[in-house]
């Protein structure tokens, strides 16, 4: 029995248009979860970031202004495109308490053709000291 007997007239080169089907496929599940990723990273590094800038504006010779250039000054340092990124810092309360809040707003980085388009934003709070 010949090989293309057994396998079918039909069913040659099947196997290269299946690869190229599914190549294509599991690069992009490979893209989604690389952008995933980095998306989770920078949520990450921007969260503890910015919650180290709300301790130091929340010390009792501090202010939040202070607090806020700290955490730009984290983010600068760790994030690649810094330069769009917007951080705020204010006393406020939360449930009774005095606390300082920063705030940054950065760009979402896009890893290929797709990704989000939105700005990221998070969030810090810190007791204030000296209350």
Request: overall charge negative; proline content about 5%.
């Amino acid at each position: 029995m010949t090989r293309d007997r057994w396998l079918g007239e039909r069913d040659r080169g099947a196997a290269v248009s299946e690869f190229a089907m599914l190549a294509g496929l599991v690069s992009l599940v490979l893209l989604a979860a690389a952008q995933l990723a980095l998306a989770l990273h920078l949520h990450n590094t921007a969260t503890a970031h910015v919650v180290e800038g709300a301790r130091h504006g929340a010390r009792a010779d501090s202010s939040p202004a202070e607090g806020a250039a700290r955490a730009r000054e984290l983010l600068g340092r760790s994030i690649p495109a810094a330069s769009g990124v917007d951080v705020t810092a204010t006393r406020t309360t939360v449930a009774g308490v005095e606390v300082v809040e920063v705030t940054a707003t950065l760009p979402m980085p896009v890893f290929g053709p797709f990704g989000p388009a939105d700005a990221m934003v998070v969030t810090g709070h810190a007791y204030a000291e000296g209350q």
